[in-house]
């Protein structure tokens, strides 16, 4: 049993990275320190029963051993087949691992007469761009597709919304900002408005948005705070540092 003991801790250390990347129930977490075999068995079979998830587990393991796997396994893919898409799947992945430098790379070789009006590329440059902290160019990329659908309510929209702020276009913040606050949805893109009305308007104001906001936030069943919970936390979070 002794010689099974480093993979039952590796089982189970995937199993807690799954379960805390899936924001899964709090008694999956105990059940899984406590139980580190049997309960990581049981989180196994209960999270990857079809073949489908048994591939999903496999590549999950194969991620955590290491962390440039998946970035590895995309660039195969690009070199076996320099599509538009492929490299638009590299691009993303080199920005969720923060190397920001090789996903421009990717982006501006992508940005050519064929594919400039794509608006996922244009918003994979305008992501690249604010993790870049280059303002200007976010705000250009996002002035291309302003009133694409894809693009309105995106996180992407955040980042135009604050690039604007950034470079002094403050009257077309607080638009693209206002544009974004509608009631029973967009936590996330409200947050960061109260933020910015914080910077730009006073806490009163900030406090205002922030009291309107968790009165819908009190309003909600069971299942609106399941699906809202991680921005929820954080919206209760900075609520406490405004009042």
Same mark, same amino acid.
């Not at 597709?145 to 690039?163: P, R």
């Given at each position: 049993?002794?010689?099974? #003991? @480093? ?16 924001? *899964? ?10 139980? @580190? ?75 050519? @007469?064929?594919?400039?009006?794509? @608006? ?44 604007? #702020? ?12 206002? *544009? ?64």
């Amino acid at each position: 049993m002794l010689g099974f #003991y @480093p993979l039952i801790i590796l089982i189970q250390a995937f199993c807690l990275y799954h379960a805390y990347s899936q924001k *899964s129930e709090q008694k999956w977490f105990w059940i899984i320190i406590f139980f @580190p075999f049997v309960g990581s068995v049981f989180y196994l079979y209960h999270n990857f029963y079809s073949r489908r998830n048994i591939e999903n587990l496999k590549e999950g393991l194969k991620e955590s051993l290491s962390k440039d796997y998946s970035i590895d396994k995309l660039e195969k893919k690009v070199k076996f087949a320099n599509t538009h898409s492929n490299k638009l799947e590299l691009a993303r992945e080199y920005l969720k691992k923060g190397n920001t430098s090789n996903a421009l790379d990717i982006l501006q070789s992508c940005n050519n @007469p064929l594919y400039e009006n794509d @608006p996922a590329l244009i918003m994979l440059l305008i992501k690249a761009y604010y993790q870049n902290n280059d303002h200007q160019e976010v705000v250009k990329q996002g002035n291309r597709i302003e009133g694409n659908k894809e693009f309105l309510n995106s996180q992407e929209m955040i980042a135009y919304a604050w690039s604007n #702020y950034r470079i002094g276009n403050q009257e077309k913040a607080e638009t693209v900002f206002k *544009s974004m606050d509608s009631k029973y949805s967009n936590y996330q893109h409200r947050q960061e408005y109260i933020i910015y009305l914080n910077e730009t308007q006073g806490v009163e104001i900030a406090k205002n948005k922030m009291t309107e906001i968790i009165n819908e936030i009190n309003s909600m069943d069971s299942y609106e705070r399941k699906l809202n919970r991680q921005v929820i936390a954080e919206i209760k979070k900075y609520n406490k540092q405004l009042f």
